[in-house]
């Protein structure tokens, strides 16, 4: 018969140490969590996040309540929404052994699936060792931070309809990404929604995005972070800064609470939830950035929210006990590749794909994913690799950021099954357009699909993550109006930021009326759009690009909540022409076969038609020029079905790209059989493309393409 034990008039057993984090059954809650260090647990309870005194305080008794180095107990009549944390005690030694054990801190459940309550770290409270003291973190601080942090929540996580709902599995190939940020994406007025800045808000843009043609949005984090924690102010305004890009994660189970219309934990679950069940109702797959490299807890200097108070030493890469690894610069290192740390971000992933119904992941400074205790690399045996065997992981979309901030740099390395971001597709077009000699053989690498790095095991093309802007970087707009980064408002003194942005203002620094600069802009964005989505590979488009957002020269916005990051959506009316060229450009390549194939180019003849995968050519036909003061780059491509494995045969293309100064006049090779070339794509004139049945017919053996501009063929019968 099972003995019930009262606790502060709560009927509880022992629990299970199975599943970590809070487990809801239908008459109770299993509370489980890690500590290998620790010397006594206790669980809190509270009525609200904003409490400052429990209304339960229950201590796990060793003998009963610890199985191995995990913690468990379970409660009778406990619901979704209690709120919860930890109290862990143990030797606070970090100079001996790393250990920062502070029984006064109120600690997150590293599994918690919500987290309700703000942060307040500007109080002494929040932090295991006295602010100020001349001893510094080797002080203690016995002060209750029960005030100034946010509480784990209960959820039932089978408490919502999905109706049926799957992933939906896009082709990788196939695949169009959008990088947005959730806030930011809606949070301007402009945007119309009825809940800006939100998860909800996102359902209400799903037409905008299905118009615009991508498949696929990628999410800067919504891990539960601390949007609070900077305290810098704008030198300019005065206005608070912020974290607002979220790379400071403090829950990987939680989606944040900012972006609910409540700024509830629990409210997040459910309004993401449902984000995600009407993207792919919408046929729109949903993948997250994700930051498992470190957490929002800082250095030896920050505050004490939960990895460090539950067992320091085990979840962080330290130097000598005191202070932290710094590979991610952001404090600290997790110590990815410890068998309880890679359990975490396993789970962490696989609740996100079986519970919230996620598509797939991009991995922040994934590079450290890879580094052993000692920090060498060490990728095929590592959490990388398990995460691509994994069962349910590795059917997913998993995308690497394949460096980390203390130089290891590792584009084209990662384990089979990885895509990455392709760092030099971003930087050889970059430096092509803007007009930098010794760029055209590198550039028909990356047109290619990047066969120099990624040309191994079962890799494809398609894991080659092409991208000309992102989050964190100029815009494109911002990448043709400025040669210098302007980031002054981010309060650091525009020290902040990358210097090597490959950027060049056409003739005027910023915002200008002279029409000729102005032209010149549109070329080159129609140019790196177009060659964007004509690439083998899997292209990613920054959200606002498509309408010419600027960020007004700032290349690190991480700390502006403002127009800074939000989207002004009264571009899209402005710069419409751009607009309706980007869409097109998404369609022709969902359109053509030949642009998204499933192997690389090789240059030869496999289908018997006479016409090789790709040709190369220059302004003369089969004499392509790949001399150092080269600035063209032409190729063929097959559109056959023996080339691209598809059902129909596709149209050949046949693209230019002029980035030089002058017109230049280039001779054309022969379309298919029985064929005529005609134009789809010039991005000279002022709409950039014809629209499909309307190409303008070549009539000519030679076209004179404008200088800086771009130029698509396709052949067809008359």
């Known amino acids: 018969m099972q003995k019930y034990i009262i606790h502060e008039n709560l009927k509880t057993d022992p629990g299970a140490p199975y599943l970590f984090g809070a487990d809801l059954v239908h008459d109770g809650c299993n509370f489980a969590i890690f500590s290998k260090n620790g010397t006594s647990v206790s669980l809190l309870l509270f009525d609200n996040p904003s409490d400052t005194k429990p209304s339960h305080t229950i201590k796990l008794d060793e003998k009963v309540n610890k199985t191995g180095d995990v913690w468990h107990i379970f409660i009778y009549g406990i619901k979704e929404g209690q709120c919860y944390g930890y109290i862990i005690d143990g030797p606070y030694w970090p100079d001996r052994d790393g250990h920062r054990f502070n029984k006064h801190k109120l600690l997150l459940d590293p599994y918690a699936k919500a987290i309700s309550g703000n942060y307040d770290w500007n109080v002494n409270a929040a932090y295991a060792y006295q602010v100020g003291s001349g001893l510094g973190d080797l002080s203690f601080n016995e002060e209750s931070n029960f005030g100034c942090t946010a509480k784990s929540v209960v959820i039932d996580s089978n408490n919502f309809d999905w109706e049926g709902d799957k992933q939906l599995k896009i082709p990788l190939k196939n695949t169009i990404i959008y990088e947005i940020h959730t806030r930011a994406f809606t949070m301007d007025k402009s945007s119309g929604v009825k809940n800006p800045g939100t998860y909800a808000g996102l359902i209400e843009k799903i037409p905008y995005l299905t118009e615009l043609g991508i498949t696929t949005i990628e999410l800067m984090p919504v891990h539960h972070f601390n949007h609070l924690e900077n305290i810098r102010t704008n030198p300019i305004t005065n206005e608070k800064l912020y974290n607002f890009w979220g790379y400071s994660s403090l829950g990987f189970f939680a989606p944040d609470a900012w972006y609910a219309s409540d700024n509830d934990g629990v409210t997040a679950v459910y309004e993401f939830k449902q984000m995600v069940k009407a993207m792919h109702e919408a046929g729109i797959e949903v993948i997250l950035d994700v930051v498992y ?31 932290y690894k710094n590979f991610s610069g952001c404090g600290n290192t997790l110590n990815c590749n410890h068998q309880v740390v890679k359990k975490l971000i396993k789970d962490s992933l696989r609740y996100w794909v079986i519970d919230m119904h996620i598509d797939g992941f991009r991995f922040d400074l994934a590079a450290i994913l890879g580094r052993d205790k000692h920090g060498n690399w060490q990728p095929d045996y590592s959490v990388l690799d398990e995460i691509n065997n994994d069962p349910i992981l590795g059917s997913t979309q998993i995308i690497a950021e394949g460096w980390d901030a203390a130089g290891l740099y590792k584009l084209g390395g990662f384990p089979s099954g990885w895509a990455e971001w392709n760092a030099k597709f971003r930087d050889d077009i970059r430096g092509f357009i803007k007009g930098d000699t010794a760029l055209s053989g590198e550039v028909a690498k990356r047109i290619a699909g990047s066969a120099d790095l990624f040309y191994y095991g079962d890799r494809k093309p398609c894991h080659s993550i092409n991208f000309l802007t992102a989050h964190d970087g100029f815009t494109l707009y911002d990448l043709v109006s400025y040669n210098n980064k302007n980031n ?40 790196m759009m177009g060659i964007l989505l004509l690439s083998q590979g899997t292209p990613m488009i920054l959200g606002g690009d498509e309408i010419k957002y600027s960020k007004s020269g700032n290349n690190n916005t991480y700390c502006h909540d403002n127009r800074l990051n939000w989207i002004d959506w009264t571009l899209l009316e402005k710069n419409n022409n751009f607009f309706e060229f980007s869409k097109y450009l998404i369609q022709f390549r969902r359109k053509h076969p030949v642009l998204r194939r499933e192997g690389f180019l090789k240059g030869v003849d496999s289908s018997g038609n006479e016409i090789r995968d790709i040709s190369w050519h220059g302004i003369q036909v089969q004499e392509p020029d790949w001399g150092i003061d080269s600035h063209t780059v032409a190729f063929m491509l097959d559109g056959s079905k023996g080339e691209t494995g598809a059902e129909l045969d596709d149209n050949n293309i046949y693209v230019i790209i002029n980035a030089y100064w002058e017109d230049l006049v280039f001779h054309l090779p022969s379309p298919g059989k029985e064929k005529t070339w005609f134009v789809a794509v010039d991005s000279s004139t002022e709409k950039g493309f014809y629209e499909v049945n309307k190409e303008q017919k070549v009539k000519s053996s030679v076209f004179n393409v404008r200088s800086r501009s771009l130029v698509v063929l396709i052949d067809k019968k008359q």
């Open 488 to 527: 002054i408002e981010n309060g650091e003194g525009n020290a902040d930021g990358n210097n090597h942005n490959l950027s060049w203002n056409c003739g005027a620094e910023g915002l200008t009326d002279n029409q000729t600069v102005l032209s010149l802009r549109d070329r080159h964005m129609k140019s």
């Open 293 to 323: 490299n470190h957490t929002g807890e800082g250095n030896e200097y920050g505050p004490t929210v939960s990895f460090k108070g539950i067992d320091n030493s085990i979840y962080y890469m330290t130097e000598k006990g005191r202070h």
